[in-house]
């Protein structure tokens, strides 16, 4: 039975990741720290349906306390998704926490995957690396220039993986996340935040005048860009978007529209550190991985509508 090692195991992405993982016969060791980012009892109850499987193994601990170069050896491969989150929060006092949680981790990582016989390390990467890019759809081959201390600290740790994969021969794969939602979604995001609100017919808040687009992608396709990634050749970079660029006074209206309820918005000044606009080129992905994006938008909503509706309800 392969063995996979999942960091950020009980957050968002990770846990739809193991769960993915558990379901195709793979055993995973699961790693997370339980970061005080957003309340704790979200994470315990993704991690709840992942104790059921009789091949999930959990450790809650840092990655920059863990023996890692133990651990790493028991594995076959490792999915990177642990790090700091938060574009907005980046600046200031806590960009130490970014340094340590971002890039001082994935250097941890590397450093013990170097001398290990495992066959791929999956780098979750972000579109923070474009910024505001000028070229839009953004290609992995467009120059970075990231607008925010979140999206330098996850530029650096993606030239971390390549540095150890070029050097040390740790076969990596990086993919840039475009904009993720869906099922388990983190409840400072801003589709948990606009859901939440709306039902109890609360004001959205929403900086800058809502023109601003995004590629938004359902989580159950940035897992499977994952799975496709444990094919990829060693040293690529991918964009993992949902293949469609939408503003986000339309993504509200869709939301209100699925809901039946009409949304209250409160437009307040743009923050520091958010960008106008994103898109993912994924021509490279489509022909290298085969990725394709399969849920539309108003699918992967309905989902996160759902989620969110049973997770107060069973607070």
Known sequence: MAKAMVTGAAGFI??????RLLDEGYSVLGIDSFEDYYPRW???????GLKQYAGFKFVEDSLLELDLKYMVKEVDCVFHLAAQAGVRGSFGQFFDIYVRNNIMATQRLLEASKDSKIKKF??????SVYGNTPALPAQETSVLMP???YGVTKMASEQLVKVYNDNFGVPSVSLRYFTVYGHGQRPDMAFHKFIKAISEDKPITVYGDG????????VSDIVQANMLALSAPAGMVFNVGGGSRIGLSEVIDMIGSLMKAKPKIDFQPSQKGDVKDTSADLTHAKETLGYVPQVSLEQGLLQEIEYIGQLYREV
Not at 14 to 19: A, Q, R, T, V, Y
Not at 122 to 127: C, E, G, Q, T
Not at 211 to 218: G, M
């Open 211 to 218: 023109r601003q687009t995004r590629d938004f992608t359902c």
């Open 14 to 19: 990770g846990s739809n990741l193991s769960k």
């Open 147 to 149: 607008f925010s201390p």
């Open 122 to 127: 999956v780098f979750a990467s972000s579109s």
């Open 42 to 48: 979200i994470k315990e109850k993704n991690l709840a």
